[in-house]
């Protein structure tokens, strides 16, 4: 019987210093703890509330003061051991910080902007009267919104025969000179329908389908008309520099080829590839 | 999606600019429009790197290199390194009174003729410009080319509507058509002076029409005189 009341005396005393030693000493029960160890082990003392005191009178809590002063430097207590330099670290003014380290510059790089579409086409151009024949042309496009774009082109051709001088036999109505046809267009586009394509499950490009109209000039058959032109085209961008081209577009101009001013409807459909620089 | 893609060949070998989200998240869309949809937000306190332009929107990269396209407008909400806005200039009303260049293209009349044109001008100073400008009418009787080089002033440039005259000299090519009369083309002197009013619309845009005389010194030592008018398109840089 006496040996089990001393083991449980012993078993307690250790178990108060472990509390102690694990910090537990700010609670009161570890004041009644008062064994050297447990002192120390309010090494608790470097807590939060120590460098808060940033005082000497602070650290001085350090020294093997006890478990007590420990448990009180969480309040105002450091001045109960730090006496005068306690008192003093009240009356200090915050510290300001003031950063040593200098302000970092940014030089803006030049972002480059890439509105500018360069590109060739080529297709079929009905010239009315002069048959279908194969065209081909440059353009310039610049996007000024992601709804509008500029658009500049010239597109050169050859006209064919008329049927009167295909039955006629031998009859030419336009010289080999006057049946070159080279026009240029000034227009703007709108993009009407913009988008995405998909091909298979990894693959999607932008695209749109936009309306064009503008104004220019025909030479053709020895004269130059004024011309409007209008039409619609799918534009599909693979990458975001390539850019590829379906249009279909109306010239409109009158000429007096047959010494009788009429309008005439030319019909073109390319198919084009352009650059975005 | 888009962001699968390749990105587009590396240009000059500086760093991008990078970035910083300072707004609850920064929506990066698949292609440069508004009605691309978002797949993407990079989060506040991330960066982005911005590789390049497209009109109102810029191609990034996220930290974690996912690329997509992210609007002018959610882009000046961000920060560059230093802490300052990034501040992107699409054009504005002061922009329209203080530029260094603008063009533009133009339809009209010339002598009874159709006109198409185009220009570009250099400011002087807000007020004061140096203008070229090249123009073909084409006509029922001849065609022929303008190219003329003048002097624009621009009475208040600050407002949205802004009267201006110009001053200038320049040559015109006249090729008379065949089936009218015998075909000698000419090439003469001018001298015009007019005015005008510049309307500035929005961004770097306006609309800009005026009223010419052209006064064509011929080589029989006569001279006609003919009015031009013309409106047309512009923007400024």
Redesign the interface.
Known sequence: METRIRILLLSAALGAAVLAGTGCAAHPPARTAAAPGAGNGTGGNGSPAVTDNGSPGGTDNGSPGGAGNGGSSGTNGAGANGGDAGGDSGDESPVIVQPQVQRRSVTVPHIGARDVELGAYYGILSIEDFGAQPVQGLKADYHITEDFFFEGSYGQSRAGETSYELLSGGVQLLSNAERRFTYYNLSLGYNMLPGEIFIGHTVAMTSALYMIGGIGSVDFAGEQNFTVNFGAGFRVLPTDWLSLHVDVQDLVFRDDIFSVYRLTNNLQATVGISVFF | ??L??????A?AG????QLFVTQPYLELH???????PVTQVVARGESVD?L????????VRTERGILGWASVHDLSLTV???G?PFAVDTGTLSGFRTHRWEGG?F?GAYAGA?L?S?YAAMSLTDNLKVEADLA?F?G?VS?GYLVDIGLAHVFVPQWRVSPFVTLGTGFTRT?P???FVQPIDRNDQLAYAGGGLRLYLT?R?FLRGEYRTDVVITKTNSYEVNPEWRLG?A?FY
């Open positions: 999606m888009c699968a893609l390749a990105p587009a060949p240009r500086r760093a991008p600019l698949t292609g440069p429009g508004r009605g691309f911005v390049f332009r497209r009109t109102d929107w810029f191609k560059m390194a230093d300052t293209v339809a159709t198409i185009a073909q084409l029922n065609d090729e058509k065949a089936t961004r845009f398109f923007f």
